[in-house]
Nanobody, 121 residues
Framework: QVQLVESGGGLVQAGGSLRLSCAAS????????LGWFRQAPGKEREFVAY??????DYADSVKGRFTISRVNAKNTVYLQMNSLKPEDTAVYYC????????????????WGQGTQVTVSS
């Protein structure tokens, strides 16, 4: 059974930083596209960032502040979040898909349970 487990969320003041981690029990981890998404209360889940072997991309709202990276040897994907804003408050989810592309939620096969990030003003 595939599991994705996020960690690293918490409460931080505006302007601060957090690093999220997502450990995946995928046998062929390096083959997968990995993504980070978030969902704020009362809003739909939205794309944050993705990474694959050929590169990646970010939502406009986080470009220049967030960095996605992966360590295939550890089956782990990270999201470094700097200059956090109150509007970044949400539950953050990691996702994996063999044929996933960019921000298409439906193209991801596996999802984690989410980790809460709260940014106070």
């Amino acid at each position: 059974q595939v599991q994705l487990v996020e960690s690293g969320g918490g409460l931080v003041q505006a302007g601060g930083s957090l690093r999220l981690s997502c450990a995946a029990s995928l046998r062929t981890f390096s083959w997968y596209t990995l993504g980070w998404f978030r969902q704020a209360p009362g809003k739909e889940r939205e794309f944050v960032a993705y990474i694959r072997s050929s590169g990646g991309d970010y939502a406009d709202s986080v470009k220049g502040r967030f960095t996605i990276s992966r360590v295939n040897a550890k089956n782990t994907v990270y999201l470094q979040m700097n200059s956090l804003k109150p509007e970044d408050t949400a539950v953050y989810y990691c996702a994996a898909g063999l044929t996933a592309y960019s921000g298409s939620l439906k193209s991801y096969d596996y999802w984690g349970q989410g980790t809460q990030v709260t940014v106070s003003s």
